[in-house]
């Protein structure tokens, strides 16, 4: 063998090699966040290289787009170098075999092995090859290379496809939280906030309401004294104010403004002089925008309409927040328990519990549907109003009802019955 042949084998060992610390490199930057990079820039004792880390991240196609080019072409200069080699030597049969192997050479030496290693540690793989990165994303002919061939390849794509990079589902987040946990990077407390942020997007108004039935309200001809007395029995701070019914909402009332109207001496005013007009929002809007434009415009509560237009409930800023941070109580609150357990494999749950809430508490899987509520389901699946004592089973569960206030279901009774192949009502 002369010495061009070694310095052949030689090259493609070298491109080997260098193909498996991109492919290493391209590993690391892909399933690596600039949130675990900050604490090495802003520690105690910072990375020297982690502040390059973070800017070469903020821009990842620019920084991985050059070594995947360099990659393929590792690959496709090491093959072409060892086929003509095997043909000169061996002739032209041999290069199919020669082909096959150095195929499965790269793909342990150059693509799995490196690959792996850098999933272990991603971090401090980046941290390694900052500079090479650097270099070649900087490296001008590489760079404009680069752009063509990517411009090349948007041609090809729907225009509205085009700027879309790789995005997280919220699954995805949800589970690199409970990982974090298991790192004992974060708390199970911040965990479960991060979750309900997550799930606060998708959350409607209806799903957080006080529906019409629970409503606390008081006529507009009722004097500022009996809307006082009212909101006294039933702890309520604000109270909507009707004309002719519910359906007929003319303002919101606060306790407060009650109290200081009856100091003044002027009990006996009808309490509509002294309401604010209220806000009206549709069942469908978003609890997230209802965030924001409670904070804008300085309302605490609003009226929730239906595609009716009537009265579907009353959302307050407390609602709100309690989808965020969980059940907030004060000395005054006095609302039944939504769920109180009965043994081992049995709980009691109020009609109007959250159909998400009732399968954290027990673990099951309702279908989702039109309905929010275990009362709206168990409306849904039987087809009528129940009577106490009628059954559903879905999912391993068996749902009772227990208790009926006119036509509304106000006490459910869920067991677990092992796994059932069969959902129905009877």
């Not at 072409?80 to 080699?85: N, P, S, Y």
């Not at 415009?297 to 965020?324: C, F, K, N």
Request: net charge negative.
């Amino acid at each position: 063998m002369g010495g061009l042949e070694i310095l052949g084998l030689l090259v493609v060992v070298g491109l080997v090699l260098f193909a498996a610390v991109l492919a290493a490199a391209e590993t690391a930057f892909t399933h690596l966040s600039r949130a675990q990079v900050n604490p090495r820039a802003e520690g105690d004792q910072p990375h020297a290289r982690a502040d390059a880390l973070v800017e070469l991240l903020q821009d990842r196609e620019q920084s991985l787009n050059p070594l995947l080019l360099l990659v393929l072409s590792c690959h496709l200069a090491a093959a072409t170098i060892v086929a003509a080699l095997v043909q000169e030597h061996f002739g032209a049969r041999w290069v199919a075999v020669a082909l096959v192997v150095q195929a499965v050479v790269i793909f342990v030496l150059a693509e799995a092995l490196p690959k792996t290693l850098a999933l272990h540690d991603p971090l401090a793989v980046a941290l390694r090859v900052v500079p090479l990165v650097n270099f070649l994303r900087g490296f001008l002919p590489l760079r404009v290379l680069t752009s063509l061939l990517v411009g090349l390849a948007n041609a090809f794509l729907p225009r509205t496809r085009r700027r879309l990079g790789p995005v997280m589902s919220d699954d995805e987040l949800i589970a690199l939280a409970s990982a974090a946990v298991e790192a004992e990077v974060i708390e199970p407390e911040e965990q479960a906030l991060i979750a309900s942020v997550i799930e606060f997007g998708d959350t409607v108004v209806r799903e957080v309401m006080t529906p019409r039935p629970d409503l606390v309200s008081v006529r507009a001809t009722a004097t500022v004294e009996e809307a006082l007395e009212t909101s006294i029995e039933s702890g309520f701070s604000r109270l909507p104010i009707y004309r002719d019914d519910s359906d007929d909402i003319v303002g919101i009332v606060h306790a407060k403004r009650l109290a200081e109207v009856a100091r003044g001496g002027r009990s006996q005013e009808p309490v509509m002089s002294v309401g604010r007009p209220p806000l009206f929002v549709p069942e469908t809007k978003r609890a997230e925008s209802m965030l924001r434009e409670m904070q804008e415009r300085r309302h605490h509560a609003a009226v929730v309409i239906d595609e009716y237009g009537g009265t579907a409930g009353l959302v307050t800023l407390e609602d709100l927040i309690e989808e965020l941070v969980g059940e907030i109580v004060d000395e005054f609150d006095h609302e039944a328990p939504l769920f109180e357990r009965r043994g081992s494999d049995a709980v009691v749950v109020h009609g109007r519990m959250p159909l998400d809430e009732l399968g954290d508490l027990v673990g099951g899987d309702i279908p989702e549907g039109e309905w929010d509520t275990i009362g709206g389901y168990i409306f849904d699946a039987l087809g009528h109003v129940p009577d106490e004592g009628e059954m559903v089973l879905v999912d391993g569960m068996e749902l009772t009802v227990e208790k009926i206030e006119g036509r509304r279901i106000t006490q459910v009774r869920v067991v677990s019955v092992g796994a059932e192949d069969a959902t129905g009502a009877r």
